[in-house]
């Protein structure tokens, strides 16, 4: 089984919807949880932190299931601009070592 | 400020010849992460420097990668005896310690290496 497991999508969305994506992982100490997003052809960039009593930032909600060890993210009134693969990433371990999902492609269509 | 730069942000080489990847980290970012990225595949950990500590290289794909981190800043990726599947986008982030508090990390815009 693998660390970090996305559905690689691709989710198409008209613009305005809610979607939502989860992230499995297998490790149960694992102890952060980060959503990044990265562009085409573009390195990848923080989108949120995710915490235990869920957390929002705008339009995005991130919420952590420690029982059923999945993170999710929720994009709600989905705009064009929010098109881009969104890669769930794990932090286990006393120090910085990181897993990264694979990610998961959402398209925003008009 | 300069965030994560990364040279050369091209390099074609043929295959058998030796490359060079060079990242400079975010100033005061003291721990530092080589990944790659082939073509619509996610991000690959290669290796980990974090301070003075001994590296993780429990990433690399083979004894033909090394990487070398000189004064806790400058990293050099090394590829020997480069082959096909070697091609990918090289990419390095930077962050700060976790006794630092803050995590995110910082990625360079990569290296896309094409071995022909």
């Known amino acids: 089984r693998k660390e970090v497991e996305q559905d690689p999508g691709p989710f198409n969305v008209p613009e305005g919807a809610t979607v939502a994506f989860n992230c499995t992982y297998s490790n149960s100490a694992s102890q952060s949880f980060f959503w990044y997003r990265q562009d085409c052809r573009k390195e990848p960039k923080l989108l949120m932190s995710?915490?235990?009593s869920g957390n929002e930032d705008g339009r995005f909600t991130a919420q952590l299931n420690r029982a059923s060890q999945y993170i999710s993210l929720l994009i709600r009134d989905s705009k064009l601009s929010d098109s881009a693969t969104y890669l769930c990433?794990?932090?286990?371990?006393?120090?910085?070592?990181?897993?990264f999902g694979t990610g998961t492609k959402l398209q925003v269509i008009p | 400020g300069a965030g994560v730069s990364q040279s050369p942000s091209n390099k074609v080489t043929e295959k058998g010849k030796d490359v060079e990847l060079r990242c400079d980290p975010i100033s005061g970012h003291t721990a530092l992460y080589w990944y790659r990225q082939s073509l619509g595949q996610g991000l690959e950990f290669l290796i980990y420097f974090q301070g003075n500590s001994a590296p993780d290289k429990s990433g690399l794909p083979s004894d033909r990668f090394s990487a070398e981190r000189t004064g806790g800043s400058v990293s050099t990726l090394t590829i020997q005896r480069t082959q096909q599947e070697d091609s990918a986008v090289y990419l390095c982030a930077s962050s700060l310690s976790p006794g630092q508090g803050a995590y995110e990390q910082y990625f360079g815009p990569g290296t896309r290496l094409t071995v022909t």
């Open positions: 990433v794990v932090k286990s371990g006393g120090y910085q070592k990181v897993t």
């Open positions: 995710v915490y235990s």
